[in-house]
């Protein structure tokens, strides 16, 4: 008999996993091994954009199989991966692509891919900001109970009030700053679109002073905000953008789109990774960022967006639990007057996940093809958490 071990044993200890033992998805609903359905507002951290089992990413696992090619290596030239990034060419600023595994894996690459263009060692981020959990780019989040214990970090990476004109014009510097690295829609940092007027500052001062701007839109890219990219509903566009969780379909990847000054600035042996951009992730990817990109899809993400933020809004009508609501497209925060947890694992014993963003924010992140009647369950059961 094959029995789910009933407690963590053998797993390091680094997450406090909770409540149900996950064995079976569809669509926007994960089921536990009791049979009980989950509504899922959080996606596998904004990963699932397209929900569990769906046929585009079945589709394209199934065909990527059928050439036995899993994995390859960057040795040789593999079709996918080339296709995959002459897509994301096509459809963005960028010129080049670069793949690897994981966001921080991507903004690690573009530290390193900045500080080679400019010759300068800095890189300057924002409070509020998560751009990983490596050393370079757990320097550059602002988050001091994670960075604390694995002090000293990669110098040279400093944080600046966000959205702080004075503070930036001072942090940046033409003669030390390789590049600023911001969300333009930050995640875990408590769900924050950050002024559009401020980042179009943040250009022009990185422009006058030969530096590089870094989007990491790891959580708020491909479609999450009703855009292909984040980027394109603020006005600026990046020198550097990286990319992650969504891209794959659930599989492992991350990407790093360039502009072609900047990639000029790399030869063959600067940056490497064994897995980046094979086969399999690639071919997923590709069918995945087609998908989202479709004109079609995008418009029902900012219109389901338009309704939740709507009916969001009135969730702190009623009490003084709720002291903010803030987001774009699928991705929004519901600030508490108090500690967020509870009302995640209140929410969860009526079967519906949610996450935080920080000690006092909901943070909602469903899959994007979640269904109108769905995001209405969803809402309603949030409205019975916090009344
Ligand atoms: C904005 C942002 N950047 C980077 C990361 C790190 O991505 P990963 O966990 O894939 O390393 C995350 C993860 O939550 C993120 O939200």
Redesign the pocket.
Known sequence: MTTVPSALSALLEVYSRAGPVFVAGNGAELVADDGTRYLDFVAG??VNALGYNHAVVRGAIERALGSGLIHVSNLYRTEAGERLAEELVARSFADRVFFCN????A?EAAFKFVRKWSGKPEIVAFSGS????LFA?LAATDRPEYRKPFEPLVPGIRIVPREDWAAVDHAVSASRTAAVIV?PVQ??GGVRPVDPEWLGFVRELCDSRGVAVIF?E???GLGRTGALFAYEQTGVVPDVL?L??PLAGGLPM?AVLLTGAVAAALKPGDHATTFGGGPLVAGVALDVVRTIAAPEFLAEVRRKGEWLGGRLANLGAGGSRVAEVRGRGLMWGVELTEPAAPFVAAARERRLLVATAGPSVLRLIPPLVIAQRELERGVGILEEVLA
């Open positions: 951290i904004g994981s966001g921080a894996e903004n998560f751009h990983g959990r780019t969300e995640g875990e990491d790891v959580q708020c990286t992650a969780k991350g």
